[in-house]
C-alpha cells in the first residue's frame, strides 16, 4: 500500500491550495479515506473524511466552508482543495487510510505573508 500526497507550499493569507493523495495497493473505491493535518507543535487533528463512493464527506468545524474533500476513483486519488488559507492552517497534510492503517509521507503547507 502506497499513499503519497502532493501539492503542498507557502501561500499567503487568504490564498488557495489543491493537495492531491494519490493510491496504490488496495482496492481505492472501496477505501474511506482521510486528511489530517499536524501543526507545528501539535498532535495530529483529522481534518476531513470522505467515503468510498465520494457522497459522504465530513469536516472538522474549523475548515468548513473553506476545504472540499473529494476523490476521483477513476484515477486513484483523494484530493484537498483549500481556499480562504490562514496562519492556523500551517501543517504537514497527510493522506490516511483508517482500514490500513497506512499513512502517506506528508506534504508541507506554510501560510504566510
Known amino acids: 500500500v502506497q499513499l503519497v500526497e502532493s501539492g503542498g507550499g507557502l501561500v499567503q493569507p487568504g490564498g488557495s491550495l489543491n493537495l492531491s493523495c494519490s493510491a496504490s495497493?488496495?482496492?481505492?473505491?472501496?477505501?474511506?479515506l482521510q486528511w489530517y493535518r499536524q501543526r507545528p507543535g501539535k498532535g495530529l487533528e483529522l481534518v476531513a473524511s470522505?467515503?468510498?463512493?465520494?457522497?459522504?464527506?465530513q469536516y472538522v468545524d474549523s475548515v468548513k466552508g473553506r476545504f472540499t474533500i473529494s476523490r476521483d476513483n477513476s484515477k486513484n486519488e483523494m484530493y484537498l482543495q483549500m481556499t480562504g488559507l490562514n496562519v492556523d492552517d500551517t501543517a504537514v497534510y497527510y493522506c490516511?487510510?483508517?482500514?490500513?492503517?497506512?499513512w502517506g509521507q506528508g506534504t508541507q503547507v506554510i501560510i504566510a505573508s
Open positions: 490516511f487510510r483508517p482500514t490500513g492503517p497506512n
Open positions: 495497493g488496495f482496492v481505492f473505491r472501496n477505501a474511506a
Open positions: 470522505i467515503g468510498g463512493t465520494g457522497e459522504i464527506t
